[in-house]
């Protein structure tokens, strides 16, 4: 098993941008989440999907939106990136209380 | 409304002295707690939860309900230690609320 994956592992954007995060699980996973980690911020939900196409904002949703198409795949959509949103990305996925996360993406907005 | 603090930013200690990462928490219901670790170049991982009461890698946390606390203990720290740990804190939902981090450092 893979567990987590993402795609791109890093990406620069300009203002402006818009561009989509990619993340995939093969656990068979009903939950999965978008986190995003800043220095003394810690990790802090963007957006979660309880189940396929189903969609629940987090703790700080502006400037994104989500896709849950399917069971394997949630995906994070910047419309137009600002500086603001350079952070690490991490997707996971919860298993009865664990949550399994991504390697991350490590986005910076110039 | 649910609250973790993690007051250490950063955390340094000797190998073989005792390491406490302390973690408070605010929920009215029944809470749950975890610890999750990031080692360097690492992903994010589950280190321990209250409910099991184990001892991972040499860590223990307990829950203190009175005082709202779940601190993290390791009475002989290892160099292999140094990472970033989080507080979460779960119960009645599936979405986890993460506290700020403490960065450990343990010196040779």
């Known amino acids: 098993n893979a567990g987590v994956t993402q795609t791109p592992k890093f990406q620069v954007l300009k203002t402006g941008q818009s561009m989509t995060l990619q993340c995939a699980q093969d656990m068979n996973h009903n939950s999965m989440y978008w986190y995003r980690q800043d220095p003394g911020m810690g990790l802090r939900l963007i957006y979660y999907?309880?189940?396929?196409?189903?969609?629940d904002k987090g703790e700080v949703p502006n400037g994104y939106n989500v896709s849950r198409l399917n069971k394997r795949e949630f995906s994070l959509r910047l419309e137009s990136a600002a500086p603001s949103q350079t952070s690490v990305y991490f997707c996971?996925?919860?298993?009865?209380?664990?949550?399994?996360f991504g390697p991350g993406t490590r986005l910076t907005v110039t | 409304a649910q609250r973790v603090t993690q007051p250490e930013k950063l955390l340094s200690v000797f190998k073989g002295a005792p390491v406490e990462l302390k973690c408070n928490y605010s929920?009215?219901?029944?809470?749950?707690l975890f610890w999750y670790v990031q080692y360097s170049r690492q992903r994010l991982q589950l280190l321990l939860r209250h409910i099991s009461r184990e001892s991972i890698k040499g860590f223990t946390a307990d829950l203190n309900k009175g005082e709202t606390s779940f601190h993290l203990k390791k009475p002989f720290a290892q160099e292999e230690d140094s990472a970033m740990y989080y507080c979460?804190?779960?119960?009645?939902?599936?979405?986890?609320?993460f506290g700020k981090g403490t960065k450990l450092t343990v010196n040779p």
């Open positions: 929920y009215s219901g029944s809470p749950e």
């Open positions: 996971a996925s919860l298993n009865t209380y664990e949550q399994y």
């Open positions: 979460a804190l779960g119960g009645g939902s599936e979405k986890l609320v």
């Open positions: 999907s309880a189940s396929e196409g189903t969609t």
